[in-house]
């Protein structure tokens, strides 16, 4: 009895250091990789730096539109940067749109410890918000890539100043998505789901926070009426759940869904579609 009880113990332990240390390399810092500059695309633009509502300090670039009352802000993906999205900026700015990029906590050139699956950096997009204020923009469109995409639903439902919102490949749960990279990682599928299950809620305990109650498909809903639209590529293996995504927002919503595309590839494979899409939603609704 003694001795299935020792088992049992060292079980649980075992179990709770593995969701302990994979919490901490899920949510651990993202370092800053190849940076990249907008007056490489020939966008005159401004360093910036802004509070995110809880006080910490995070970087990005300002590129203003002359006479435009009209901003976008780009949403990078987990562990990345805004640099990789500048490219993205162009057309938008083009267009008549003010753009501004930062780096979310906790990666790149912001402050912050830890990443927390989207619950804190929606402080982050609200400080972005107020920063376009202070500048004179009144209405306000997000683009998400991946995490990005994350934050963009999970924020919009309690901040009335965005707008519309364009999710490219964001997860309908990060468990699902979590799951996906352990299989990346070489985990078999039946192991990956607990895992991500684990993960979820050993970084719930860290936070104080259920995240399990913070995941888009709970919250897609409570977007409306704003609009939303969906880019999703059919072999975007983050995302197997994404029909139940798209049934939980509400109307106005819009789906571009391109059955060759993988996660967040709609871009790469048709750019000038992607592009335009892009453009005629925000101007359509900005």
Partial sequence: MISILWFLIIFFLLILTVGLVLSFYFTHRGQLGEEYSPDEYGMQFEPIEFKATDGLTLRGVWIPASSSDKAVIILHGHGGSYDFDL??????????????????????RSEGKHMTFGYEERRDV??????????????????GFSYGGIVSMLVTPDC??????ITDGGPARMRTAIAARGMEMGF?????KPLAW??????????????????????????????ILFIHGDLDQYLPDFDELYAAAKPPKDLWRLSDAGHTTASQLYPEEHTRRVVEFFSLYL
């Fill in 87 to 108: 490219y993205r900026a162009p057309s938008l700015h083009e267009a008549g749109f003010n753009v501004l990029l930062f780096d979310f906590r906790a990666h790149g």
């Fill in 198 to 227: 684990l993960i979820i809620s050993i970084t719930s305990l860290r936070l104080g926070v259920n995240l399990f109650h913070y995941e888009p498909i709970r919250r897609v809903g409570k977007i409306t009426p704003r609009p």
């Fill in 160 to 165: 009335p100043d965005v707008e519309a919102v």
């Fill in 126 to 143: 609200l400080g972005a918000i107020e920063f376009l204020h202070k500048r004179g923009i009144q209405h306000i469109g997000l683009l």
């Fill in 188 to 192: 078999p599928l039946w192991l990956t």
